[in-house]
Nanobody, 123 residues
Framework: QVQLVESGGGLVQAGGSLRLSCAVS????????MGWFRQAPGKEREFVAA????????LYADSVKGRFTISRDNAKNTGYLQMDSLKPEDTAVYYC????????????????WGQGTQVTVSS
């Protein structure tokens, strides 16, 4: 069983930055693709970013490209999402997830999920 715990969320003004962390335990983290998703109130969960098991390949949603950076430290079993130039529309609960399949933005291919961390961006 894989456990994921997100941290780093909070309240920030528009234009500010936050860095989310995702601590993974229970399995060898380096064997998994890692992704970040978010869900705003009343909206569907949406893909944000993903990174390959070795960290060499990344994938971003168009809405965050150029503002968010996904990374991972397999030695620390931790993944990160650096969020810069935040906008009010980035407000959501952010979830990290892992998958044994190829790098993808499809949520149903991710089989382990964290509980989420709230990010609120004020205007």
């Amino acid at each position: 069983q894989v456990q994921l715990v997100e941290s780093g969320g909070g309240l920030v003004q528009a234009g500010g930055s936050l860095r989310l962390s995702c601590a993974v335990s229970g399995r060898t983290f380096s064997n998994y693709v890692m992704g970040w998703f978010r869900q705003a109130p009343g909206k569907e969960r949406e893909f944000v970013a993903a990174i390959s098991w070795g960290g060499s390949t990344t994938l971003y949603a168009d809405s965050v490209k150029g503002r968010f950076t996904i990374s991972r430290d397999n030695a620390k079993n931790t993944g990160y999402l650096q969020m810069d130039s935040l906008k009010p529309e980035d407000t959501a609960v952010y979830y990290c997830a892992t998958s044994r399949t190829k790098l993808t933005s499809t949520g149903r291919t991710y089989n382990y999920w964290g509980q989420g961390t709230q990010v609120t961006v004020s205007s």
